[in-house]
């Protein structure tokens, strides 16, 4: 049988599978199993079923997600962030959808401590989701926002995607994170757009914050101490060179630990909460990556890859319909594959392309960190999503959660089409 | 009985790998201060944390994110679908979930007596680190959650969480 | 008959280059009989390369044994060694020889199903890094990342920091500051963009090289499965391509010092006090190897060593002189090791 169609039926299959709600890490691992043996033989899928679990587990790089989630976790629980929210309310009571806006500030602060969008996305969302639900925020908008807002964690530095972007193109990893310091923050002020132009138009989304009694703005902000030194610790260690940014999970957990015994709050409760629920998150978030990373192997070995190829220089003669392309592809692998599995993919393929149309490296790197991105949120496999629907458990259904992204979605659309149209929306942060 | 008897593995599991947790926190910040103020290094650590920490905070918890429903799936499936429709639906997920997670665990067993057999270890700057045991972990936690599935076909309702198994989208 | 290759390393990368030579080369030596379809990232991993290859998953894919440990204790006492040479082309026949010439070390490759066919070999290693590193106080107290344990012994020999990181970590820690510098082949100036973060390069020490690169590593069923002609093919075929990756990576190290130059980065040769300490310490380290060896169960270490001291002797008097091109280096591995292999019997 063609190999190709092969593919495709893995696809197809998989789609069925998770409508029938099988978990989405069991239907990309038995979907690539199957789809190994038929394209090859039952010993290969079987040597890859041996292989791939540990290996692709058992890496210093990984260790970082248990440990930002933990550290966003425990912050939750040791209400550490409740002074953050008590600031929030009272410098953005008058903005339309406060807390939203105040939770994609939080994002991209947290962005620049932690290298990946999924620990962003946790660690923020238990802090902001609650907050948000207590003040009768929609709940399609608050989920929403905080799924779209963990994105930023990839594109402000530092960044993993960002770093194997640079070397595989062979191009300056500094210049791609300045390029990408611009992107993430565009993509910020794209989201916080969002959120005031829906609560215009329908306030009912995010009532108010009502206060009644107005709290001292020194008092408040003084209250938020423990975060701002959790800030320092993890941010200033990073930048001065105490710490790599693996490290700076631990350290950032540790931290986290240190001031919630300072401020009397770590119970034994608390850290039993803490430590159920970073354990039951890394491992339902890392099967599905094991299940997206045998994945990328169908799609290697079936040939889809090459057809892709094909379709690509067969459309993109302008060097403008080349990048629309480009993001096209993206937008349909990222609907099911990890961004790293997605990114090794299609890199090969796409940089010799990119330099004869004439494209800058860098200024590609950045835009396909956010291209990648996009996919987190996308269904049916969207792993940010997926954090948040962790985090909220049965209160919101993930229908509820996609819906929310909807807006956000759009503004990345338009976001890209800007940088693709003015590519110095990026490129002024390293020329 | 059932339920208790799972109850209690989950304890057990979450404590093994809870402690484990903490340790790779502790480890890897003494390392950092270490290495820091003493030009010292911890020898090992990232062996340590690779491939026996990581191992263990990943595929332990792997049935206790089960028995909270908190392994993630799609919720495309219609609500209005018949009651009967929807139980056959979920035996027949758990019955594949459940043999997905014992060729895992048959496999990553294969591989573990193989790494045993050849006394796998990792060159450090401590030296040799033996890692084969590390192995064995993730065929243990696919037989839990492979077991714990296989359970849920007969007794669907093991979950220690509120939420009922089959609304927990 | 269509085969898989499985590089393990990005498109474009020096070692894609030589897995690339060696299939283009086998496609035309066998007169488009075999053919391969590589798959550079996506099949399998270097840390899954060995199980992958030795299951079928590819075909062919490079082999890096020193991740391997407890699976080739003999081929890695000769990748332990690594600080002996400091010519790239002249490591890589050494090393490539011994293995040939070694029982034991090809018993490993069988006992794991898969069939050896000569090794490519980086230049020197440097010292990348954010301040100079030119003399004995240099190392004093500083902190540098190093590759293994022969070079963390180095390091701390002359009153230095060790600090193993992961390749993909350098670049980070060296920027911030969590370590002073790296010990690497230039050519990482380019690779993972060193360029970007250092000041200095110190060019002459530590010296040693990265010697197993093993760029066509067969699985054995497929090895067994060719024609005698084929197999001839492929032995042909991976001398070319161990010349071609060895060569690519002196190319980048030369490339990458100039490029360095022109940014504004110093580049230093080591004191000749610096450089006599690290040639003295090489000599009484190969006691603590063959002591190690030893304790992983490798018998008759010191005989093995001063065989393998020998070739390195004979390999770089067979360089001298030779024009480092992948044709020029190619006829010399070929003639002095691969045309002596008996194809009717080698890997059978
Ligand atoms: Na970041
Ligand atoms: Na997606």
């Known amino acids: 049988m063609d190999k190709e169609l092969i593919g495709t039926a893995c696809v197809v ?98 962005a620049a401590v932690t290298g990946s969008s999924v620990a962003c996305a946790a660690a923020m969302g238990r802090i902001a989701i609650p907050e948000m639900m207590k003040q009768r925020y929609d709940a399609a908008l608050s989920t929403g926002t905080l799924a779209a807002a963990g994105t930023i964690g990839a594109l402000i530095p530092p960044s993993i995607l960002m770093i ?23 993509t910020a002020l794209s989201y916080v757009i969002v959120i005031v132009v829906r609560v215009k138009l329908n306030p009912a989304l995010a009532p108010a914050v009502q206060d009644h009694e107005r709290e001292p703005v020194g008092a408040v902000l003084l209250d938020t101490w423990p975060l701002m030194l959790l800030l320092i610790a993890v941010f200033g260690g990073l930048f001065l060179g105490f710490f790599t940014p693996t490290e700076a999970g631990a350290v950032g957990a540790f931290t986290s630990m240190v001031i919630a015994v300072a401020k009397r709050s770590l119970s034994f409760k608390v850290l039993r909460n803490t430590i159920v629920e970073t354990l039951v998150t890394t491992s339902a978030i890392i099967v599905i990556t094991v299940g997206a990373s045998l994945f990328t192997r169908v799609i290697a070995v079936s040939g889809i890859s090459g057809a892709l190829e094909a379709l690509v220089i067969s459309w993109g003669v302008d060097p403008i319909m080349l990048m629309f392309t480009i993001a096209l592809v993206y937008l349909l692998l990222g609907m099911f594959l990890e961004p790293i599995g997605a990114m090794l993919i299609t890199l090969p393929i796409f940089l010799p392309l990119v330099t004869l149309a004439g494209y800058d490296l860098i200024w590609f790197g950045v835009i396909v960190a956010k291209f990648l991105e996009v996919g987190m949120i996308t269904p049916p496999v969207g792993l940010n999503v997926f954090v948040i629907k962790n985090v909220v458990g049965s209160q919101v259904s993930m229908t509820t959660i996609f819906r929310g992204i909807i807006w956000f979605f759009i503004a990345d659309l338009v976001l890209i089409v800007a940088c693709v149209i003015w590519p110095g929306l990026v490129s002024w942060t390293y020329n | 009985m059932a339920r208790r008897f799972w109850s209690t593995v989950d304890t057990v599991l979450i404590a093994l790998a809870g402690t484990v947790l903490l340790a790779s926190i502790l480890h890897v910040t003494a390392d950092v201060a270490m290495k820091y103020f003493f030009a010292q290094p911890i020898p090992g650590t990232i062996v340590y944390v690779s491939n026996f920490y990581m191992t263990m905070i990943v595929f332990l918890p792997l049935a206790s994110a089960e028995l909270r429903n908190q392994h993630v799936f799609v919720d495309l499936w219609p609500e209005q679908a018949p009651r009967w429709l929807d139980m056959l639906g979920l035996r027949f997920n758990w019955a594949l979930s459940s043999a997905i997670y014992f060729l895992l665990a048959w496999n990553t067993l294969k591989d573990a007596m193989r790494k045993q057999a050849e006394g796998e270890y990792v060159l450090d700057q401590s030296g040799l680190v033996i890692t084969w045991p590390s192995y064995y972990v993730l065929p243990f936690g696919f037989v839990v959650i492979g077991a714990l599935l296989a359970a849920k076909i007969v007794k669907p309702r093991l979950a220690l969480t509120a939420d009922k198994a089959q609304t927990n989208g | 008959k269509d085969l898989t290759m499985a590089p393990g390393f990005a498109a474009g990368s020096t070692v894609s280059l030589g897995a690339e030579a060696f299939t283009s080369r086998v496609n035309e030596l066998t007169d488009g009989e075999i053919t391969f379809t590589t798959h550079d990232l996506t099949l399998l991993s270097v840390p899954q390369m060995l199980n992958g290859v030795r299951d079928g998953v590819a075909d062919v894919g490079v082999v890096l044994p020193m991740v391997f440990a407890a699976q080739f204790k003999e081929s890695n006492l000769i990748g332990d060694l690594a600080m002996m040479g400091k010519n790239a082309a002249a490591m890589a026949g050494a090393t490539t020889e011994y293995m040939m010439t070694c029982d034991l070390c090809l018993a490993e490759y069988a006992n794991n199903n898969v069939v050896y066919l000569g090794s490519g070999s980086t230049p020197d290693y440097a010292i990348l890094s954010t301040k100079p590193f030119t003399s004995l106080e240099d190392i004093k107290g500083s902190k540098l990342r190093s590759p293994n344990a022969t070079f963390n012994r180095w390091v701390e020999n002359f009153g230095g920091v060790a600090l193993t990181l992961p390749g993909n970590e350098i670049f980070e820690a060296v920027k911030q500051g969590v370590v002073d510098g790296a010990l690497l082949s230039a050519g990482e100036l380019y690779n993972i963009r060193m360029i970007d973060v250092v000041k200095h390069v110190t060019l002459g020490v530590p010296g040693g090289t990265y010697n197993l690169i093993n760029i066509a590593t067969v699985n054995r069923d497929t090895w067994q499965g060719l024609t005698e002609d084929q197999r001839q093919a492929m032995i042909d075929a991976s001398a070319h391509a161990i010349a071609v990756t060895t ?3 002196m190319t980048d190290a030369t490339k990458a010092i100039e490029e360095a130059k022109t940014q504004g980065i110093e580049v230093h040769e080591a004191s000749s006090e610096l450089v006599q300490a690290t040639a003295d310490f090489v000599s009484e380290d190969l006691a603590q190897i063959a002591t190690l060896a030893a304790e992983r169960g490798v018998e008759d270490a010191e005989t093995k060593i001063a065989r393998f001291e020998e070739l390195v002797g004979k390999w770089e008097k067979l360089m001298e002189g030779v024009e480092p091109t992948a044709d020029n280096l190619s006829a010399v591995y070929k003639s002095e090791i691969f045309d002596k292999l008996d194809t009717a019997e080698f890997g059978m």
């Open chain 1, 13 to 110: 299959l998989l789609f069925v599978l998770l409508y029938i709600r099988v978990p989405i890490g069991i239907a990309l691992i038995g979907v690539s199993v199957g789809g190994i043996t038929v394209l090859t033989n039952f010993k290969v899928a079987s040597s890859l079923l041996q292989t791939v679990p540990y290996t692709f587990v058992a890496t210093w790089t990984m260790s970082s997600i248990p440990m930002f989630l933990f550290m966003g976790y425990l912050c939750y629980h040791a209400g550490i962030t409740t002074s953050i929210f008590r600031a929030a309310r009272l410098f953005l009571r008058h903005a339309p959808g406060g807390l939203a806006i105040a939770s994609i500030f939080g994002c991209a602060g947290f």
């Open chain 3, 247 to 249: 060569v690519g990576y």
């Open chain 1, 164 to 186: 194997i972007y640079g070397t595989i193109a062979q191009v300056s990893i500094i210049k791609l994170f300045a390029g990408g310091i611009a992107l993430g923050l565009l």
